[in-house]
């Protein structure tokens, strides 16, 4: 998210005071990014957010960076180790 401050014909775009939104289960964090230049080929989609509506449900809860970053973390490992999980199950047949 950011505020267009230039485009061109193939799409290319420079967002001022952009930041990424991260999700991780019900919590959430803006992290903030500064200027950035998006090479059009990796634009799918431009849209405007309209900033009088609330576009967040609300079960979702702002927390640090910090704290962000220690979930995503959480949740790589969890996801890993389900990964190797089945990795070591994959001689069962349980069809």
Wanted: charged share 30%; aromatic share 6%; proline share 3%.
């Amino acid at each position: 998210m950011g505020t267009l401050c230039s485009f061109d014909q193939f799409a290319n775009a420079v967002l001022e005071g952009a930041c990424e939104r991260v999700i991780v289960g019900d919590l959430y964090c803006d992290i903030p990014l500064g200027l950035y230049v998006i090479r059009g080929e990796n634009v799918v989609l431009i849209g405007e957010l309209d900033l009088e509506r609330d576009e967040l449900p609300p079960h979702l809860t702002h927390v640090s960076v910090a704290e962000i970053k220690r979930a995503q973390k959480a949740e790589r490992e969890a996801s890993d180790l389900k990964g190797s999980m089945r990795k070591r199950m994959e001689f069962l047949d349980l069809d």
